[in-house]
């Protein structure tokens, strides 16, 4: 199974070094679209060896998780000085406002990376968020984010699959759906609060699966990504 038939998923490498992270990347590469990288493995790496374990994943899209969230220039510097490693996907907070989140795409605009909107964490519920100053439940809240930030140009969302029906529906075909919180049927939640599984998150219209610790923490992670890859081939999605 490759190129195309790579199952729309992206992997998760939260681990601790560049060697672990680099053969997970090469393991899981033939089966799914999408490696991604997010802010400790960052920092731990730096730009040249994120783009290392980038390239051990031969074929993948890579998705820079980032949350960028600071004033608007701060925030467009920051897109611009990752350009060079050619993310399809860079995360940016849409709590942030609307100012921040149009930096970003402008610094972007041309460069092929897509500015993907966070709305609010899949580890966050109703009573974590009230406890952070966010009005609404979680739908609510996600949505009036998910408004503000595709009108200020974020090409992309990341929202919890409960959400991607709502989103779909409200904000049509163009947007990219991005879903953590999606786990397979008897895995557990670990750390996440709002979830689904696969088939749930893709007939809702996700474009885009973020599936680690079931992949990850199995004891051979290249024939986990084979079997979920394999699996989520006949799952039926709507048309777009």
Partial sequence: ????????????????????????????????????IGLELFCALGPAGTAAVHEAAAGTALFLDLKLHDIPATVAGAVRSVLPLAPRLLTVHASGGPAMVAA??????????????????????GGALEAVGLLGPPD??????????????AGALVCSPLEAAQLRAELGPDVLLVTPGVRPAGSGDDDQARVAT???????????????????????????????????????????
């Fill in 1 to 36: 199974m490759s190129g195309p038939d790579r199952a729309p998923v992206a992997v998760p490498l939260d681990v601790p070094d560049a060697a672990t992270a680099a053969a997970l990347a090469a393991a899981v590469a033939p089966y799914v679209s999408t490696v991604k």
């Fill in 104 to 125: 970003a795409a402008e610094a972007a605009q041309g460069s092929g990376t897509i500015i993907t909107a966070v709305t609010v964490l899949t580890s966050l519920d």
């Fill in 140 to 153: 609510v809240a996600v949505l009036r984010l998910a408004t503000m930030a595709v009108a200020a140009g």
């Fill in 198 to 240: 696969p088939e749930r998150a893709l007939a809702d219209g996700a474009d885009l699966l973020v599936i680690g610790r079931p992949i990850t923490r199995s004891p051979d992670p290249a024939a986990a990504a084979r079997h979920l890859a394999a699996h989520l081939a006949g799952v039926p999605r709507p048309p777009r």
